[in-house]
Nanobody, 123 residues
Framework: QVQLVESGGGLVQPGGSLRLSCAAS????????MGWYRQAPGKQRELVAA???????NYADSVKGRFTISRNNTKNTVYLQMNSLKPEDTAVYYC?????????????????WGQGTQVTVSS
């Protein structure tokens, strides 16, 4: 099994910053893609940012220029630096990890989600 522990959410005023972290642990052979998604009340979960094992990044148009995703491969951790936050960024943020695990002597791709962390942008 793989455990994902998220941290860094909270309440911030518009224009402020937050940094989210998500650490993966457990029986991992390798981690491929890592990403952050968010879900606002009454809306579908959407991709915020993603990063490949080689460091290539992808962002939602709504956060380009304000959010930065990064990862530390030695710590199996992905980060999301969020600057110039807006009220519309308010949501529960979930990290996602795509990894490979040994299952009965076979390498199998697996997809895991964090428990979610609330980000509220309000004055």
């Amino acid at each position: 099994q793989v455990q994902l522990v998220e941290s860094g959410g909270g309440l911030v005023q518009p224009g402020g910053s937050l940094r989210l972290s998500c650490a993966a642990s457990g029986s991992i052979f390798s981690i491929n893609g890592m990403g952050w998604y968010r879900q606002a009340p009454g809306k579908q979960r959407e991709l915020v940012a993603a990063i490949t094992s080689r460091g290539s990044t992808n962002y939602a148009d709504s956060v380009k220029g304000r959010f930065t995703i990064s990862r530390n491969n030695t710590k199996n951790t992905v980060y999301l630096q969020m600057n110039s936050l807006k009220p519309e960024d308010t949501a529960v943020y979930y990290c996602n990890v795509q990894c490979t695990q040994w299952v009965h002597a076979i390498l199998v791709p697996k997809d895991y989600w964090g428990q979610g962390t609330q980000v509220t942008v309000s004055s």
